[in-house]
C-alpha cells in the first residue's frame, strides 16, 4: 500500500529564514509527486509536479526537488504569507489516479 | 480560484440525515475526484468519475454514493449520517483526455459538512 509521510508535523520560522520541508514515500511505481499549499479551512492549491528523480521545480521562494524515496520543498527568505499547511501526494503509475496525501507540514512564518 | 466548484460550503444537519454535495469542474476537464479530509485522517480519497463513469473507488463507505452528469458536474450523496461524517469534502477535477496527460488535480474550494 502507498505511504507518504511528511515532516517535521510542524515548523516556525522566523521572516527570511530559510528551511526544508520533507516528503518521504512508498509506492509500487510513481507516475507523480504533487505538492500542494492549504489555507486553514480552504482546498489544497497546486504547486508543483514531479516526475522522476532528479527532477526539480521553482516557483517564486519555493523550489521542489524529487529522489526516489523522498520529495523536499525548499523554501527560501519566507515571508509571513508562506504560512500554510504544505501537502506532499504521491500518484501510482498503475491503476487508479487517485493521489495519497501525507499528514502535511504546517508552516508558521514570524514578522 | 481552481476553476471548479462547490455547493454548499458549509451544511449542518442531524444524525441519521441524508445530504448532496455538488460540484463543477474546470472547464473541459472529464474526471472528477472526492477526498475527504478530518482531522485525524488527513485527505482520504473517496470516488473518481470520469466523463460519467465510476473509475475508481477508495475508502467510501456504503452509505455513500455518487454520480457524475453528462454536463460533467458531480453529485456526492452522503445518507444515515453519523457524528463521525463531520469533515471538509473536497472535490477535484483533472484534465485527463490530453496527451500526454495531465496529472494534477485542481481542488475547490470544499464543504464543511457538520453532523450533530
Known amino acids: 500500500e502507498d505511504q507518504v509521510t511528511q515532516s517535521p508535523e510542524a515548523l516556525r520560522l522566523q521572516e527570511g529564514e530559510s528551511s526544508s520541508l520533507n516528503c518521504s514515500y512508498t509506492?509500487?511505481?510513481?507516475?507523480?509527486l504533487f505538492w500542494y499549499r492549504q489555507d486553514p479551512g480552504k482546498g489544497p492549491e497546486f504547486l508543483f509536479t514531479?516526475?522522476?528523480a532528479g527532477e526539480e521545480k521553482e516557483k517564486e521562494r519555493l523550489k521542489a526537488t524529487l529522489t526516489k524515496k523522498e520529495s523536499f520543498l525548499h523554501i527560501t527568505a519566507p515571508k509571513p504569507e508562506d504560512s500554510a499547511t504544505y501537502l506532499c501526494?504521491?500518484?501510482?503509475?498503475?491503476?487508479?489516479?487517485?493521489?495519497?496525501f501525507g499528514q502535511g507540514t504546517r508552516l508558521t512564518i514570524n514578522p | 480560484d481552481s476553476g471548479v466548484t462547490q455547493t454548499p460550503k458549509h451544511l449542518i444537519t442531524a444524525t441519521g440525515q441524508r445530504v448532496t454535495l455538488r460540484c463543477s469542474p474546470r472547464?473541459?476537464?472529464?474526471?472528477v475526484y472526492w477526498y475527504q479530509q478530518s482531522l485525524d485522517q488527513g485527505l482520504q480519497f473517496l470516488i473518481q468519475?470520469?466523463?460519467?463513469?465510476?473509475?475508481a473507488k477508495g475508502n467510501i463507505l456504503e452509505r455513500f454514493s455518487a454520480q457524475q452528469f453528462p454536463d460533467l458536474h458531480s453529485e456526492l450523496n452522503l445518507s444515515s449520517l453519523e457524528l463521525g461524517d463531520s469533515a471538509l469534502y473536497f472535490c477535484?477535477?483533472?484534465?485527463?483526455?490530453?496527451?500526454?496527460?495531465?496529472?494534477?488535480?485542481?481542488f475547490g474550494p470544499g464543504t464543511r459538512l457538520t453532523v450533530l
Open positions: 477535484a477535477s483533472s484534465q485527463t483526455s490530453q496527451t500526454p496527460p495531465r496529472n494534477e488535480q485542481f
Open positions: 509506492v509500487s511505481g510513481l507516475r507523480g
Open positions: 514531479l516526475y522522476s
Open positions: 501526494a504521491v500518484q501510482e503509475s498503475q491503476g487508479a489516479q487517485k493521489l495519497v
Open positions: 472547464s473541459g476537464d472529464l474526471s
Open positions: 468519475y470520469y466523463n460519467g463513469e465510476e473509475r
